[in-house]
């Protein structure tokens, strides 16, 4: 560095994994009511309703819709909190997850 011959060791860099990304999607299926669907997406991924009743939509009109990108952790304990959710009121909705 710097011409002089002398050289500096460079530092090894520390490389800290980037998170991977997984989508969390939301199945289609005939029972669950819309409104359930509607308000699952507001209380586990915080969107308006007009956001979940377009989401909601969309599912029912194309069998799968993306209901927010999450790092493995965040993805894998929303899935956990739909699918508890939906068994509590016994609804057939399924949610998964996929990497991004
Ligand atoms: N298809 C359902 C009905 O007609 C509504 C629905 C929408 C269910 C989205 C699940 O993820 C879903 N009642």
Same mark, same amino acid.
């Given at each position: &560095?710097?011409? %002089?011959?002398?050289?500096? #060791?460079?530092?090894?860099? %520390? =490389?800290? #994994?980037?998170?991977? !990304?997984? =989508?969390? !999607?939301? !199945?289609? +299926?005939?029972? %669950?009511?819309?409104?359930?669907?509607?308000? %699952?997406?507001? &209380?586990?991924? =915080?969107?308006?309703?007009? +956001?979940?009743? &377009?989401?909601?939509?969309?599912?029912?009109? &194309?069998?799968?819709?993306?209901?927010?990108?999450?790092?493995?952790?965040? #993805?894998?304990? =929303?899935?956990?909190?739909?699918? +508890?959710? #939906?068994?509590?009121?016994?609804?057939? !909705?399924?949610?998964?997850?996929?990497?991004?």
């Amino acid at each position: &560095r710097g011409g %002089t011959g002398v050289g500096l #060791a460079t530092k090894p860099e %520390t =490389k800290t #994994a980037k998170p991977g !990304l997984y =989508k969390v !999607l939301m !199945l289609n +299926d005939d029972y %669950t009511p819309m409104e359930f669907v509607v308000l %699952t997406l507001q &209380r586990f991924f =915080k969107m308006s309703i007009e +956001d979940a009743t &377009r989401v909601m939509l969309h599912v029912h009109q &194309r069998g799968v819709g993306v209901c927010g990108i999450f790092t493995y952790e965040v #993805a894998e304990t =929303k899935v956990n909190q739909v699918i +508890d959710f #939906a068994r509590q009121h016994q609804h057939p !909705l399924q949610c998964t997850m996929e990497k991004e």
